[in-house]
């Protein structure tokens, strides 16, 4: 049998006939020495070190983000509620997404911690899903949501402010954008949790034709990562501050509370007696 379930380029009864998929890594070749590890891994360009080493997906000269995912994927963490946060929103019928990035003040780190991606849904569940992440934090959105709709005719932008979302029109040069991106990936700026699946899929994806042009096909997670941060992470906040509150006294049952009033208001007749001695005498 050559292939699950054919035998001889034939069916065979009783066996369902379909297509599989095998990853195999380094680990799988014991051929390889150290050495000959090292010298093909000096060998590769970065951007391909990890589908030739891993066996994960990866385009060849045409991808954009010529990064190996190692150096930007982290294990997710519990965002501290200091670092500041935005969203950016690319939408559509077929499918409307959205990616949150959080700014470390001190280091200024970006990290992409979450992310909403959803097609064929009216702009009420996007906009119910966007405010569970937290209704304060701000958002910016692909421009053209302005000038067009999902449905009716309806702007998309003023519905879904309406809806209750803190939406600004993004800057949507695409090369500026992708150079920007590209950059806080190169340097370490920029990371996403290994919990953004969708993100990660598209990462692996984004690519440019034979003649240079970005590939539309798949890329609303990208979309929104530029609008991100071209024009997020300028709108970017922290976590509404928890004032402590105040103590409360009730004097009826606080001794100590009632001493201190009682010394207030002995030291407030003496100030009093003093000056009027001092001004009469």
């Known amino acids: 049998m050559d292939r699950a379930g054919v035998f001889g380029g034939e069916p065979v009864d009783g066996w369902a006939v379909s297509k599989y998929l095998v ?9 390889l020495d150290k050495q000959a590890k090292e010298e093909l891994m000096a ?21 954009i983000y010529q ?35 959080a700014k470390d003040r001190e280091s200024g780190a970006i990290y992409l911690y979450s992310e909403h991606y959803r097609g064929q849904a009216e702009p009420v569940v996007h906009a119910m899903a966007i405010q569970s992440r937290g209704k304060w934090i701000p958002g910016v959105i692909d421009p053209a949501a302005a000038g067009r709709s999902q449905k009716d005719g309806i702007q998309l932008l003023m ?48 690519q440019r034709d034979t003649e240079g042009r970005v590939v539309k096909q798949n890329d609303h997670l990208m979309d929104a990562t530029r609008y991100l941060i071209m024009s997020g992470i300028d709108r970017a906040k922290a976590s509404p501050a928890r004032l402590p509150r105040a103590p409360v ?12 009033l009682f010394a207030y208001v002995v030291l407030g007749l003496f100030g009093a007696a003093v000056s009027f001695l001092s001004t009469h005498a």
């Open 159 to 206: 519905q879904y402010r309406e809806m209750g979302l803190d939406l600004q029109p993004a800057l949507n040069a695409v090369e500026a954008g992708i150079y920007a991106v590209w950059q806080l990936l190169s340097v370490g700026k920029l990371k996403v949790f290994k919990s953004l699946g969708n993100w990660i899929t598209e990462f692996r994806l984004y």
């Open 23 to 31: 990853q195999a890594s380094w680990e799988d070749c014991p051929h």
């Open 67 to 101: 990064v190996p995912e190692s150096d930007i994927l982290v294990a997710d963490f519990e965002v501290p509620e200091y670092y500041l946060k935005a969203y950016g929103m690319d939408v559509g019928w077929n499918r409307t997404a959205a990616v949150w990035g």
């Open 43 to 63: 060998a590769y360009p970065p951007y391909q070190r990890d589908a030739r080493t891993k066996g994960i997906p990866q385009l060849g000269s045409g991808a």
């Open 249 to 260: 006294y009730s004097y009826g049952t606080q001794p100590q509370a009632w001493m201190e």
